[in-house]
């Protein structure tokens, strides 16, 4: 059976991680909020289940992912959980956990990419906390990319160059392109500075764009453009 | 051969989340940057770890944990790993995926508490960013707190309303106990008007202090008080 992946319709965020492993591993899914309403998906389809109070295990918010009877929620459980089923993490335990760890920093990077333009609340628009943005968006680029790109480099570097966690992809390198590929939409300036200081990140990008599936995805109308509704957001101003 | 937890000495913060889980089983431990340096213990150790550009699989930041040549970083990361040798987790893997997504939904949480007196930069001093946290902070006790507590309590419900996961303790239990706790010295009034809306919420909190070593722990001096340099900090400026 297809697995169900739940999120929001208009944007790539959280849900992004996952799809890029559905799409690499060439799994079946249903990306169920931007299916038609008609056929009982849609938006409505997702309200329904997070507003479900039977709902055995429910999720804080999307993405979830319904596979048969099972829900998952929280991206870095998710990728978790598909990892071994879509042979995208290796096999022994302490890969296992070492590729989370990997993945739960980058989910850090990733909510602190977001708060550069919700710094005051995510329940406001961000035209009513520009002031406090600007000065995030500047210690965000002056020193949380840097240090997190000198660690994803050197982790990179000390496992050959190639690969996060062994001698194959696994789920961190792609999660690890798609935080590249946002910041280089949100901060292109700043990234244009900064990433030709850390070239095995660059490389990764590179290479995991290049891959078959993936490529073939991200020319697809399945890969919904960067826009000011996501994570990574492009306001010229917070870039310096 | 004892577990090594390596984190900052002087503050519960994230270790916090697993010294709990750690004394809850009656682990040995070795809170390591606490004990004397002239054991070859204490921050340098910490710090030697940190910046040991040979460490095979290197944290971002503390806290980390070693398990004889085994290092795994990131709190929620350590829970997974910790949790089936500690038993504070279910045998099947659909509980030990959804024990670790409420872990997930807790750290989010955590996080956001974190922001509301850090809002702009971790590198920046309260003091230089208080316009902007008593902003976050009311929009954090108006909105984001009544919404994870809700949700923690739904979960808590659906469950028979003792255990967040099957029929006993598991790690997301005593990291719900530990959140709780720091929301109430964080926020006391606020905490103060909103809990007794999440009795079960409350009921657990007041549950787990009561277990026999968690007692015991929260009695000794391994327990550090709370104070100004945690996640959780009391500035009566934030609490409305």
Same mark, same amino acid.
């Given at each position: 059976?297809?697995? @169900? ?6 944007? =790539? ?7 890029? +492993?559905?799409?690499?591993? !060439? /799994? /079946? ?19 329904? #289940? ?10 804080? $918010? ?11 929620? =929280?991206? +870095?459980? %998710?990728?978790?959980?598909? !990892? ?7 096999? &022994? ?7 989370? =760890? #990997? ?28 002031? @406090? +943005? ?10 949380? %990319? ?10 990179? &570097?000390?496992?050959? !160059?190639?690969? *996060? ?9 792609? &999660?690890?392109? =798609? *935080? ?11 990234? /244009? ?8 990140? $660059? ?11 993936? $490529? ?25």
């Amino acid at each position: 059976m297809a697995y @169900e992946l739940y999120y929001w319709p208009m944007l =790539q965020g959280r849900g992004e991680f996952v799809r890029l +492993a559905l799409e690499e591993a !060439g /799994a /079946a899914y249903v990306d169920v909020a931007r299916e038609p309403e008609t056929d009982g998906l849609g938006l409505p389809a997702l309200t329904r #289940i997070l507003e479900d109070l039977d709902e055995p295990r429910p999720a804080f $918010a999307p993405p979830f992912l319904r596979d048969g009877d099972r829900v998952v929620g =929280q991206t +870095a459980a %998710i990728l978790l959980y598909l !990892g071994p089923r879509l042979d995208l993490v290796g096999a &022994s335990e302490d890969e296992r956990i070492w590729t989370h =760890q #990997i993945q739960l920093t980058i989910a850090d990077m990733v909510a602190e990419a977001h708060d550069t333009h919700h710094p005051v609340a995510v329940g406001l628009a961000y035209e009513d906390q520009k002031a @406090e +943005a600007a000065r995030r968006a500047a210690h965000f680029r002056a020193d949380r %990319i840097p240090e997190f790109l000198a660690w994803f480099e050197h982790v990179l &570097s000390r496992n050959g !160059g190639t690969h *996060l966690v062994g001698e194959r992809l696994s789920y961190a390198d792609l &999660s690890l392109f =798609q *935080l590249v590929d946002g910041l280089r939409y949100a901060f292109p300036k700043a990234m /244009a500075a900064q990433l030709p200081d850390h070239p095995r990140v $660059a490389a990764l990008h590179a290479a995991v764009a290049r891959r078959r599936r993936i $490529a073939a995805y991200l020319a697809s109308p399945r890969r919904i453009p960067f826009n000011e509704q996501g994570i990574f957001r492009r306001y010229a101003e917070l870039d310096g």
